[in-house]
């Protein structure tokens, strides 16, 4: 099983490459150690920025960096970097098309017993509703190194959403097929799509191997770009399927499932189904605990399609 998260990851790329590159910047709002970014702070101290507890100060100062030709990364917890932060999200960073980054840690769930205060499950719905910003939730750990590799390229506002947890490889090590802002298909299948991403596809992909055995054929993709979505891809596996079931760490509202169904109901003939945390405040519990609670996982998944599948 892997034991690096996400947040890992991001930092490993970021050490490669500020090694040849000092126009990368980093900043942290007092989250180094949670963001896994000690490390750099450590390596690249005169790249590194510490705000302290002022996710305002984080954005603003990340953008006029950004300004002056810098690629900054800024991470904060999730829950208080797309709420606390937003109008600066808004007009400094998307507005203004600055170079930067936003890294939102710990996201969905991953606080758990913390509750409702530390949980960001309106995130997506927040951020994508910017212009000019795009929404990324990475599967896994190499993927999430595609990805920071893929965003060092270009200069366009970002958001990444990654949990605090390892989660388990959904692809190899230099094996990943990745294209920015594109859907990748995990398996293929003719009575079901599932569309999931950040850390619901992990548990979508088992779910379509319990169902195989059922001989149920399910599709899954790996939406881990849910801004720009990939309406070419979800479009393809409307056409595919009769039934489409969309599995994301996020309220109800104006997440991946609202965007799918959107775009299906403008184009596509599918039904769709939407899996996520409720219109609520959460049980309390570490982040497999609200999963299974909620039906988040490979069985829950699985009972899902059971019972909407149309043959």
């Given amino acids: 099983m892997n034991k690096i998260p996400n947040r890992a990851a ?62 900054v990364f800024a991470a904060s917890p999730a ?3 797309s709420t606390r932060s937003y109008e600066q999200v ?15 840690i710990s996201g969905g769930v991953s606080y758990g017993a913390l509750g409702m205060s530390h949980h960001s499950a309106q995130d997506i719905a927040a951020i994508a509703a910017i212009p000019n910003i795009r929404v990324y939730l990475p599967s896994d750990r190499h993927q999430t190194r595609c990805l920071i590799e893929s965003l060092l390229k270009d200069s366009l506002p970002a958001y990444i ?21 594109r859907a990748t298909v995990l398996s293929e299948g003719q009575d079901v799509a599932i569309l999931a ?22 599709a899954v993709l790996d939406m881990y770009c849910v801004k720009p979505i990939d309406k070419e891809a979800v479009l393809q596996a409307a056409k595919n399927c009769k039934l489409l079931v969309t599995v994301e760490e996020h309220s109800p509202y104006g ?5 799918v ?13 939407q899996m996520s945390l409720p ?18 996982n490979e069985s829950g998944i699985a009972a899902k399609v059971r019972e909407n599948i149309i043959k």
């Fill in 10 to 71: 991001i930092c490993e790329v970021l050490m490669e490459q500020a090694a040849n590159d000092r126009d990368i910047v980093v900043l942290c709002s007092d989250s180094r150690g949670s963001a896994s970014l000690a490390p750099f702070a450590q390596s690249f101290p005169e790249q590194f920025v510490e705000v302290g507890i002022a996710e305002q100060n984080l954005v603003g100062i990340a953008a006029g960096l950004a300004k002056g030709g810098k690629k």
């Fill in 79 to 81: 829950c208080f970097l």
């Fill in 90 to 104: 808004k007009v400094d960073v998307a507005y203004s098309a600055t170079n930067v980054t936003l890294i939102g």
């Fill in 161 to 181: 959403r990654v949990g605090r947890n390892p989660v388990e490889d959904i692809y190899e090590e230099g094996k990943v097929p990745f294209v920015l802002d």
């Fill in 197 to 218: 991403c950040g850390e619901m596809v992990a548990p979508a992909l088992r779910a379509s191997r319990l169902l195989r055995e059922e001989g149920i054929f399910a």
């Fill in 255 to 259: 997440g991946l499932g609202a965007m």
């Fill in 261 to 273: 169904s959107q775009i299906v109901a403008e184009k596509g003939t599918a039904r769709v189904i």
């Fill in 279 to 296: 219109d609520a405040p959460v049980i309390t519990g570490n982040s497999q605990e609200v999963f299974d609670y909620y039906g988040l």
